[in-house]
């Protein structure tokens, strides 16, 4: 089992900044392929940025330039750093984990709202 605690959510100006956190416990395989998901209401869930183990990180065209994932593999962490949000970055953002045999796991979720 994996266990996946999103924080960092909140409201936010335009153009201002967060940082989302997630912890792992349990049997994750690594943090070098975990990632960052949105659901924004009405949408289906997407990607926002992930780790590939032996490959580049992905990130959506949409936050290229301005998010930033990032990880510390000795405490299972990952992180999410956005800057310049804007209002269309408004979602729930959860995070993805695999364990040892490469079942997927998610978070319950962390609320960003980007409003003036």
Do not use: H
């Not at 936010?12 to 912890?23: D, H, I, T, W």
């Not at 395989?29 to 990180?57: C, D, H």
């Amino acid at each position: 089992q994996v266990q996946l605690m999103e924080s960092g959510g909140g409201l936010v100006q335009p153009g201002g900044s967060l940082r989302l956190s997630c912890a792992a416990s349990g049997s994750i395989f690594s943090t070098a392929n975990m990632g960052w998901y949105r659901q924004a209401p009405g949408k289906e869930r997407e990607l926002v940025a992930a780790f590939n183990i032996g490959g580049p990180t992905n990130y959506a065209d949409s936050v290229k330039g301005r998010f930033t994932i990032s990880r510390d593999n000795a405490r299972n962490m990952l992180y999410l750093q956005m800057n310049s949000l804007k209002p269309e970055d408004t979602a729930v953002y959860y995070c993805k984990a695999y364990d040892k045999i490469m079942r997927a796991y998610w978070g319950q979720g962390t609320q960003v709202t980007v409003s003036s």
